[in-house]
């Protein structure tokens, strides 16, 4: 069993940055993958951000891209999401999620073993 606790969520305004970060109790696997979702009220949870804890190979939705940067510090167990430029389409709270196995639609939400308790992200105009 792996926790997962995300921190770094608040309210900003429009153009500013944040950067959210999310500690796993253990260590990944080497085939892991470690992504941000975030759910607005009202809305289905959507996929933000990925990266692949072996390599550090990273993954962007579209929205996003150019704005956020995923990272990691594998010698802490922990992703981060630097989000720069918001706007107030960012507002949700967003989760960090852990798929041990490296799935292949890992753009899916019911591909993650593993959720946080989600921090939340509030922009203002």
């Known amino acids: 069993q792996v926790q997962l606790v995300e921190s770094g969520g608040g309210v900003v305004q429009a153009g500013d940055s944040l950067r959210l970060s999310c500690a796993a109790s253990?260590?990944?696997?080497?085939?892991?993958?470690m992504s941000w979702f975030r759910q607005a009220p009202g809305k289905e949870r959507e996929f933000v951000s990925s990266?692949?804890?072996?390599?550090?190979?990273?993954d962007y939705a579209s929205s996003v891209k150019g704005r956020f940067t995923i990272s990691r510090e594998t010698a802490k167990n922990t992703v981060y999401l630097q989000m720069n430029n918001l706007r107030p389409e960012d507002t949700a709270v967003y989760y960090c999620?852990?798929?041990?196995?490296?799935?292949?639609?890992?753009?899916?939400?019911?591909?993650?073993?593993?959720w946080g308790q989600g921090t939340q992200v509030t922009v203002s105009s």
């Open positions: 999620a852990l798929d041990q196995v490296r799935s292949v639609q890992y753009w899916r939400q019911d591909q993650y073993d593993y």
């Open positions: 990266i692949r804890w072996s390599g550090g190979n990273t």
């Open positions: 253990r260590r990944p696997s080497n085939s892991a993958i």
